[in-house]
């Protein structure tokens, strides 16, 4: 099983390379659209004129488990806001459900003021953690959307069932939510209660979209031509299974 | 200097994930040595994170209550429980049983966190319900579908045979459609994964520098 | 107001962003990248992400500059901004006057006659005004059919020259002075395409012809005489002797002591109101002249009351009406779940056929001899204990009854504290278990590190163990001396509520070691759960998933009769809160329905 792991890996590092120098070329083509991705610079100019704060929560999860990734992608997504928030002088609230995840989420929101020449316009406290369990967590948040006022809430990272608790508050008080996660029960919660979605995989497309970086669209298209090969290779086993 | 300070941390990142890699794929001891001891000091810097969250929640908390905004009792209540817990579960006294097993700390988790997390899961089912009614309805086609898939499921469940052909029906569509559309999802989330960390080892995703 | 160029909405001058779709008008502390697309400080020159210049390079001298970008501010008329437009504004003729002015043109010559009268009053007219006037008065038109006089044709461009004019002729050349002809320029120039008629001199009038006099030896150029009105200017601090004196004015006029402007005379005076401050009289009121079409749109504007967007989101207003059917449906949703558990008896009779995955499990468990080593997992956290404590209390129930060896882990950090407390109360109902702790059964405690900690069980069943929860070393606990790897398990019990953690026993350390596993899951997990029972090679050997499987497994424990008492009363209760989940989806469709046909009609 090792062995296959490490094919794989040695197969996909080559691609991957070769999509972003074509990328890098503008030879990549154009990405499809995701609305959700589309209305977040929206989202950042409405809540600058309205004066009330935007809500981003990067999920559940924390960085060093499996849940690595989906973290990671909100806080690419916390990225790109922090740094429209921060140019726009946007109040911005960050909720994390863990505490490795605290530190980095800090650095970002901070870096993103330092860059545009605002220090003085971030607060340690911008960034909170909540509570680490996800529950504590999703009631955490209930409380915030129900005591203050927010322009909007963006939530991309790793949920559980406990998102319903936010998704619902948010809607009720007409809280445009943006949201994208991965796990398939928490996906029908997401599509019930949010505006935009981001269904699976395109919660990792939010660099791609947002940055336009070449290593992330080469990261894109690299997933596509992947997601080619294991549909071929479905349908190559089944038609297999069937004729034997 | 500040080369180095942008360049080290980008280069610490990435050798210790080639290694930890490395420790994974090639069987040798050198290097599973290596790949643990990064393993178990990632678990103790995740520990020392717990202090910084804890500091963190200090600091929100407590300004909430010296500027009075909206909700700092429940900002006070929590302070409170949060000394009244560390102070018990501090292990002073040796011999006796400290932290999860003290007993009082037993009779909070169960009497107090176990009672309130189960009862806060408990209205999730209020909010599927008014979820449910505002998602399920017949706009379109497609909603149209997804209205009777999910009363076929639903009326599957229900424990009593009145339709002996419902749990069948339910039990295929669990099976195969659902599974089928769960599958898809799940492989191209594993293939998301895997393209973010190998842009994570690769180091081209740097949030420590800029 | 600002109109959004995305959306049409109006919004406040100054706002920087649309309240309505928030699209951006110009940002004035940050540029876009064109290239990527990232917002970067106003001062950068180059893009911070991708390097792209941001501020483009001033045009190339010849090379046309880029049209100016429409500005989004201001409501502008139709027309301003385009080509024809841009045109037009250029300085020609009558047609490239705008509109506007020649309106007001319009309205002050009506006007103008009677200002002109005023104008020509000898005594407010400065004396080089009037001089000017009379020396182009005196001059009658001679335009007629005799056409331009020879002066003025000789002035007026037959054709565009194509170069500069051409150089004084050859025959003049021994009249300039060396230093002037040395700047004639030495390539031949191109013929002009049509020369100007060479004006003869004698056909030129005088005031043309340059004259000789007054100049002295060596000069070409007269010393020009400044006019008197100039000289008044001079201040006296300067002024000659022989230099014309100031003209006595025929007024009084006040004449300037003090200053840069001492001496100099018509200085407007300080209006010693304007220093001071006042206040705007009560009921005083400036009519104002509303004359052309500009000046009235403007005082419209002006009279218009401010609209200020408000800053606050509307919270949505939910009426009592909007609120009685959620209401209804919780406390009926309450009802529904509450009501049997109250009744203590079962309002239904059933039987339940056990699915094949809760008999699977059954069969394995039963197979277990006495004394078997089971290692369970309490994966599970207070938020599913509900749920989860009836999957794990049947399960360790039938593992008590074979007398199995029970080793708890847990890879959450609430899940020892909630095995501990299932297992003493499970103990307690087995002869035998209540005094076993350490010899029937241990809690071995929490496990950090997830998929790592569930690998190291694999490798190193010490070096995981230590200690267990209540912190007693594993070498004081009898049941530990027993198993030294993993392999001396019997059978692996997984209880869990998320999908990951049975995918990691799975993973980590079902298949690779080849070790029976089963699992108690959620309703939720089950689909997955199911699909690994499902395998070839049946990765788990049973699955109880949820209360209904473990009220089933349940009834297999107790000899297979129906269900009854409070297990069947919570079935009852998990049908009740079914069929109102049921009958609600229906009626919001058809409240739904019935709406939307109301709206169409």
């Not at chain 1, 953690?129 to 955490?140: E, H, K, T």
């Not at chain 2, 994170?49 to 909430?64: E, I, P, W, Y």
């Not at chain 2, 189960?118 to 209205?123: E, K, P, V």
């Not at chain 3, 001496?263 to 206040?279: K, N, T, Y």
């Amino acid at each position: 099983m090792k062995e296959i792991g490490l094919v794989v890996l040695l197969l996909l590092l080559p691609i991957l390379f070769f999509l972003s120098s074509r990328a890098r070329a503008g030879k990549a083509g154009r990405l499809r659209s995701l609305p959700a991705l589309e209305k977040l610079p929206g989202l950042v100019g409405r809540s600058a004129e309205t004066g009330q704060p935007l809500h981003l929560s990067v999920g559940v999860g924390g960085l060093g488990g499996a849940t690595t990734a989906e973290t990671w992608a909100g806080l690419t997504l916390l990225g790109q806001l922090a740094d429209e928030a921060a140019a726009c002088d946007t109040p911005l609230i960050v909720t994390v459900a863990d505490a490795t995840v605290l530190p980095v989420a800090q650095d970002i929101v901070r870096r993103a003021y330092l860059r545009h020449g605002n220090p003085d316009g971030y607060e340690s406290t911008q960034v909170r953690l909540i509570a680490p369990d996800p529950v504590a967590y999703a009631a955490g948040v209930m409380g915030l959307l129900e005591r203050q006022p927010f322009t909007a809430s963006v939530m991309v990272g790793s949920f559980g069932d406990e998102y319903l608790l936010m998704g619902e508050t948010g809607a009720r008080r007409g809280v445009r939510q943006v949201v994208g996660a991965t796990d398939p029960r928490t996906l029908p919660l997401v599509y019930a209660s949010a505006d935009e979605t981001l269904i699976g995989e395109e919660i990792f497309a939010g660099g791609a979209y947002t940055r336009k970086l070449p290593i992330q669209i080469g990261s894109l298209l690299t997933e596509d031509w992947a997601r080619w090969v294991v549909i071929a290779a479905i349908l190559v086993v089944a038609v297999f299974k069937i004729l034997l | 200097m500040t080369v180095l300070r942008r360049t080290l941390p980008a280069a610490l990142a990435i050798a210790t994930s080639l290694f930890v890699l490395a420790a994974l794929f090639i069987t040798n001891p050198l290097l599973d040595a290596i790949g643990t001891y990064f393993i178990d000091t990632a678990v103790i810097i995740a520990a020392f994170a717990l202090f910084l969250g804890l500091f963190n929640v200090l600091r929100v908390h407590a300004r909430k209550i010296r500027e009075r905004q909206p909700g700092s009792l429940y900002s006070f209540v929590l302070i409170g429980a949060m000394l009244v817990v560390l102070v018990i579960g501090l292990p002073p006294i040796a011999g006796k049983p400290s932290g999860p097993s003290h007993p009082l700390i037993q009779w909070i988790f169960h009497n107090i966190q176990a009672p309130i997390q189960a009862a806060l899961s408990a209205l999730i089912v209020f909010f599927v319900i008014t979820a449910a009614c505002r998602l399920l309805r017949v706009r379109n086609a497609e909603s149209a579908l997804m209205l009777i898939v999910a009363l076929l499921v639903l009326a599957g469940q229900v424990t009593i045979g009145l339709v002996p052909v419902l749990p069948a029906i339910r039990e295929w569509i669990l099976d195969v459609p659902a599974m089928a559309g769960v599958r898809g999802i799940l492989l191209g989330v594993a293939l998301g994964i895997l393209l973010t960390s190998i842009r994570l080892v690769l180091g081209t995703e740097r949030p420590y520098s800029d | 107001m600002i109109y959004c160029p995305k959306c049409g909405t109006a919004n406040r001058d100054g706002s920087k962003f649309c309240n309505e779709c928030g699209e951006s008008f110009g940002s004035q502390t940050r540029i876009k990248c064109p290239n990527c697309d990232t917002w970067n400080p106003v001062q950068n020159v180059f893009c911070s992400a991708c390097g792209h210049r941001i501020v483009s390079l001033p045009p190339k001298p010849g090379v046309e500059a880029p049209p100016a970008i429409k500005g989004l501010s201001l409501p502008v008329k139709p027309g301003i901004g385009t080509e024809e437009d841009r045109s037009a504004a250029t300085p020609g003729g009558e047609e490239d006057i705008p509109a506007w002015l020649r309106e007001l043109e319009a309205s002050l010559s009506a006007e103008g006659a009677a200002g002109k009268a005023a104008l020509t009053e000898p005594a407010e007219v400065p004396d080089w005004l009037r001089d000017l006037r009379d020396s182009l008065v005196g001059e009658p038109p001679e335009v007629a059919e005799e056409g331009l006089p020879d002066r003025l044709a000789a002035l007026r461009p037959t054709a565009p020259p194509a170069q500069p004019a051409a150089p004084p002729p050859a025959a003049e050349e021994e009249e300039l002075p060396d230093w002037l002809a040395a700047l004639r320029p030495t390539a031949p120039p191109a013929p002009p395409a049509a020369p100007p008629p060479a004006a003869e001199e004698e056909e030129l009038p005088d005031w043309l012809v340059p004259s000789e006099e007054g100049l002295a030896e060596g000069e070409t150029l007269v010393r020009a005489e400044i006019p008197d009105w100039l000289l008044t200017l001079k201040p006296r601090e300067l002024r000659k002797e022989e230099e014309v004196e100031a003209p006595t004015p025929a007024k009084e006029a006040v004449v300037e002591e003090t200053g840069l402007l001492a001496g100099l005379q018509d200085i407007l005076p300080v209006e010693i109101i304007i220093a001071q401050p006042r206040l705007a009289k009560a009921g005083e009121e400036i009519a104002p002249v509303i004359e052309t079409p500009q000046a009235r749109l403007f005082a419209q504007i002006v009279a218009r009351p401010p609209t200020v967007a408000s800053k606050v989101m509307p919270r949505p207003q939910a009426g009592l009406l909007a609120l009685l059917p959620r209401w209804i449906l919780s406390i009926a949703l309450i009802a529904a779940l509450t009501l049997p558990l109250l009744l203590d008896r079962p309002l239904l009779a059933r039987t339940i056929e056990p699915a094949p995955t809760v008999s699977s499990l059954y069969e394995t468990i039963s197979r277990l001899g006495s004394g078997a080593r089971v290692l369970v997992a309490f994966d599970y956290d207070p938020t599913t204990s509900s749920e989860m404590d009836v999957v794990a209390q049947t399960l360790i129930g039938h593992l008590m009854d074979r007398q199995a060896r029970i080793v708890a882990v847990s890879l959450l950090p609430a899940g020892p504290a909630s095995a501990a407390s299932l297992l003493a109360d499970q103990a307690a109902a087995h002869p035998g278990y209540e005094e076993g702790y350490g010899r029937l059964y241990v809690n071995m405690g929490y496990l950090p590190g997830q998929v790592a900690a569930v690998r190291l069980l694999g490798e190193s069943l010490e070096m995981a163990l230590p200690c267990d929860f209540y912190g007693t070393s594993r070498a004081d606990l009898e049941l530990m001396g027993q198993v030294k790897e993993l392999q001396d398990f019997d059978l692996i019990l997984e209880l869990t509520a998320g999908q990951d953690s049975l995918r990691w026993w799975i993973e980590q350390v079902g298949t690779p070691y080849g070790l029976p596993l089963a699992a108690g899951v959620s309703a939720l997990v089950e689909p997955f759960a199911r699909a690994y029972y499902q395998t070839g090679s049946q990765q788990l050997k049973g699955v109880v998933a949820g209360v209904p499987d473990a009220l089933t497994y349940s009834a297999l424990r107790s000899g297979g009769e129906g269900l009854t008492g409070i297990p069947a009363a919570r079935l009852d209760s998990q049908l009740a809160g079914h069929l109102l989940f049921i009958v609600a989806i229906l009626v919001s469709n058809v409240a739904y329905l019935v709406q939307r046909s109301r709206r169409e009609s």
